[in-house]
């Protein structure tokens, strides 16, 4: 056995999920492994059928998450030649909130073959925004009893978040939500499947779904008032137990163990979003600084040892973040998506050829053709609405805008328009 102790972190993204191996004793990367979901982002129809999918629905097939276990970890073991016994931990992240209905086993309604042709028993991932009119009712309901965690969520509680995707669920779907045992979160129930037992996280519950350090969760009354068969859904098929981030989960299961090429109680921590697990990594321990978390999406997120209501802010949840701290969250729910749209939608075969001709990726030849702009001068304006707006509008139904295109318009004047409109998009957060 080595002298030198690693561990293992796994992050469950939109298109793919990434481990890395560090060094645990100054955090040097050792090996990286990505594995891309063989089914990617679910919006159009549904896998190995006709089902074509209405707008606005995102979902994921929760077999690519083990997949992701399965493929990557052995990838870090044969990279680094390490040996399992030198593993002594395992850290997971994942996107928020990404939720799927599961039965009393775990698993999820959409790998059971009498399910399995509904979309709601599927996972609904963050960008999932088809549950608009289930948080306008989320909100009418909650002004009406002047609910005071409203005001953690700068006034407004999100179709992208937990209570909106399970009330749409019940709303569509009634036997899948009958049906539906537990509804957990993809980094909660990623954690089930590593060590076999259930361990919510204070991030998701916070940030999605409306838990508060000192008070817990929203009463049953309110649940009531929004659906009778609501009321009690925190106690039948969520749970009360919320467990602090960064402590142990469990031990990993034998099964899970031989299906990685790890030993089998090697120690899990709860899971985490992964935007706010990234603080403590880009060593901000303190108040006064904001972490920017760039990808499909952007989040903003931030902490302070006050409670500071903002206006259009994301969520503030007490420890969601840091031991002692409130954390601050906002975003932007279009970004790396916005771009990714752009290339695959708008720009020219000769862009390609010339990208390809001086290898370089398309994006890096159009950021350098835009680079040689001056702000503005192209004299295009763009809002970064293409996915909505998280914040400071917090509303899903907005749509981008792109103005003063003319016959001369070239695609680096676009792009860098949209460069300008995400930079705008956060000068907003930041200053509101």
């Known amino acids: 056995m080595s002298q030198t102790k690693y561990s293992i972190g796994v992050d469950f993204g939109t298109e793919s999920g990434r481990a890395v191996l560090v060094k645990v004793d100054n955090g040097e990367e050792v090996a990286s492994s990505v594995y891309e979901y063989k089914d990617g982002v679910i919006d159009e129809f549904l896998p190995d059928t006709g089902i074509r999918l209405e707008p606005d629905w995102a979902l994921q097939n929760p077999a690519d998450y083990i997949q992701t276990l399965e493929k990557t970890i052995p990838a870090l073991l044969k990279k680094s030649g390490v040996n399992a016994r030198d593993i002594i931990g395992i850290g997971i992240d994942f996107t928020s909130c990404t939720m799927m209905p599961t039965d009393k086993r775990g698993t999820p309604l959409c790998l059971i073959d009498k399910y399995r042709?509904?979309?709601?028993?599927?996972?609904?991932?963050?960008?999932?925004?088809?549950?608009?009119?289930?948080?306008?009712?989320?909100?009418?309901?909650?002004?009406?009893?002047?609910?005071?965690?409203?005001?953690?969520?700068?006034?407004?509680?999100?179709?992208?978040?937990?209570?909106?995707?399970?009330?749409?669920?019940?709303?569509?779907?009634?036997?899948?939500?009958?049906?539906?045992?537990?509804?957990?979160?993809?980094?909660?129930?990623?954690?089930?499947?590593?060590?076999?037992?259930?361990?919510?996280?204070?991030?998701?519950?916070?940030?999605?779904?409306?838990?508060?350090?000192?008070?817990?969760?929203?009463?049953?009354?309110?649940?009531?008032?929004?659906?009778?068969?609501?009321?009690?859904?925190?106690?039948?098929?969520?749970?009360?137990?919320?467990?602090?981030?960064?402590?142990?989960?469990?031990?990993?299961?034998?099964?899970?163990?031989?299906?990685?090429?790890?030993?089998?109680?090697?120690?899990?921590?709860?899971?985490?979003?992964?935007?706010?697990?990234?603080?403590?990594?880009?060593?901000?321990?303190?108040?006064?600084?904001?972490?920017?978390?760039?990808?499909?999406?952007?989040?903003?997120?931030?902490?302070?040892?006050?409670?500071?209501?903002?206006?259009?802010?994301?969520?503030?949840?007490?420890?969601?973040?840091?031991?002692?701290y409130y954390g601050y969250e906002a975003g932007q729910s279009g970004v790396g998506d916005i771009f990714a749209w752009f290339v695959e939608n708008c720009v020219p075969e000769k862009y390609w050829k010339e990208a390809a001709s001086k290898r370089v990726d398309i994006h890096h030849l159009l950021e350098e053709k835009a680079s040689t702009l001056r702000p503005g001068e192209s004299g295009l304006l763009a809002l970064d609405w293409w996915n909505g707006n998280r914040s400071v509008l917090v509303d899903a139904d907005l749509s981008g805008l792109l103005l003063g295109c003319t016959l001369e318009t070239r695609p680096e004047d676009v792009y860098r328009t949209l460069i300008e409109a995400t930079a705008f998009g956060t000068y907003k957060i930041i200053n509101t």
């Open 117 to 324: 042709n509904n979309p709601h028993s599927w996972v609904k991932i963050w960008k999932h925004h088809a549950a608009q009119p289930e948080a306008d009712k989320i909100n009418e309901v909650a002004r009406k009893r002047s609910e005071k965690f409203l005001a953690r969520y700068g006034g407004k509680y999100s179709s992208e978040w937990f209570f909106s995707k399970s009330l749409q669920i019940l709303n569509e779907a009634p036997s899948i939500y009958q049906a539906a045992d537990r509804l957990i979160e993809g980094a909660d129930w990623i954690v089930l499947q590593l060590i076999g037992e259930e361990r919510r996280n204070s991030c998701t519950a916070g940030y999605k779904a409306l838990w508060d350090f000192d008070e817990g969760f929203p009463s049953p009354d309110f649940f009531r008032a929004l659906d009778p068969r609501l009321e009690n859904i925190v106690k039948e098929k969520m749970s009360q137990d919320i467990y602090p981030l960064g402590k142990r989960a469990g031990g990993l299961t034998a099964e899970m163990a031989r299906l990685v090429g790890l030993l089998a109680g090697t120690p899990v921590a709860i899971g985490n979003v992964d935007a706010h697990v990234s603080v403590p990594a880009a060593t901000i321990v303190s108040p006064g600084k904001m972490l920017m978390v760039m990808g499909t999406s952007i989040c903003h997120v931030m902490v302070d040892r006050e409670l500071h209501i903002v206006p259009g802010v994301c969520g503030i949840v007490k420890e969601g973040i840091l031991p002692g």
